[in-house]
């Protein structure tokens, strides 16, 4: 079972931190706060979760540091909350990586890969966990309950089937369970760890990890201080916001609120997707279907894409190179207005990484999440059930606004093939989730997948499942697949371009 779509007190801990580090930047940034907000968002004397309130704020602590882009510390570091905040809250500032960071004393140790007996165990007298296990690691006690002996257990699940009452469970640590790249493990104390030669930002770990001991670095505080200082900023809206803001927030409500807030324009990434659709469909048609090439990769999520450069760098010929619809959508939105900062707004923790290249830095200065978008809609009061201002958005084709869910960019590409390019046989396959990616890549290198156009998505789901979302990944997909309706048409003109 995981905690994700489900709020918990974990995402309120992170809805408060990035609110109040919204409000901070918002009121002109007087540093000294800093120290006072741990206090303000763990009030009283008494912890709630963790054994001391000391701790909590503490972990507090780190949250508001990482969520101002300043890096992570551990418990033997002795310095303010604020401490190195001047060099960071500068618009020019761009996060340290790594993006992802554990709170090492947030963690709770969590038992990784070990078969281990409940209290359930009745000490029945068949033992049939005994009777199976081939390594002899179930010890019967006096009273009859069961051990394991984990020196000679290899966690082969037979003694799990064969309990009557359940009493035998693996226990598996979460975050390590959601990594799709095995990129965690255990540190010498027993905490969670990351391997960044392995890791790809997608950020699964930390929405899975039921104490919120891991968390990304955020440029929220650097944003509202550019806005501050009279910079004209633009936000590119990723297609899958729609929804995310709540019931009442309609896409013409959220401009409008956008706008209120302080950017100075809205557009939707959905019109770079759409210029992206047809651009591989094009690349599909003139390389792939003729043979040129042996399959094409889609590319609009940027873990899927590292992945492919990271362990197949033998396909990267095969990867699309049309501009992710970020970067296309941020480079239209430059040519309009060439002196503006442009923001990405979207679902994912990974286009932070992608936003990080140098290559992409001259088109996208910020990236925020949904998650983080919405701490800076409640500091400013800002609350869709009663909020009234509505600003149309309406600049693309239901082509484009599909990108944001499973199979919508094959499909989209399939549609752009189907009208410009009508009789090309087109063979699609999709993959989600990062495990199930590396296998198909796997095939795609061992020519398993000649002809095929491949899309990959990090997240199971599509991009409404990024680890910067608000709601459910089930009720996102409702809303995505409506607004694409709502569009005008599917397929975008020819004309359409970066």
Known sequence: MSVRGIHTDVTDMREKIFTEVARLAYEGGDY??????????????????????????????????????????????????????????????YYEPPLINIIKFACHKCLDNKTVVTNMCQGCTAHPCEEVCPKGAIVVKQGGKSKIDPEKCINCGRCRDACPYGAIVKMERPCAKACGMHAIHSDEYGRADINYDKCVSCGMCMVNCPFGAIADKSQIYQLIKAMNEGAEVIAILAPAFVGQFGPKATPNKIKAALLDIGFADVWEVAVGADAGALEEAKHYVQSVATGKLPFLLTSCCPSWSMLGKKYFPEVIDEISNALTPMVATARAARITSPNAKIVFVGPCVAKKLEASRRTVRSEVDFVITFEELAGMFDAKEIDFNTYEKEEELNDAFGAGRGYAVASGVAGAIKACIDEYYPGTEVKIDHVEGLADCKKMLLQAKAGKKKGYLIEGMGCLGGCVAGAGTNIPVMKAQIQVKKFVKEAEDFVPPETAQY
């Open 32 to 93: 000294s706060r800093l120290e006072e907000l741990p206090y303000k968002i763990v009030p009283g004397e008494l912890a709630s979760f963790r054994e001391s309130v000391f701790t909590e704020r503490a972990i507090v602590g780190e949250r508001l540091r990482l969520a101002i882009g300043l890096p992570n510390r551990t418990l033997a570091e002795h310095a303010p909350v604020a401490d190195g905040v001047n060099e960071s809250a500068i618009t020019e500032r």
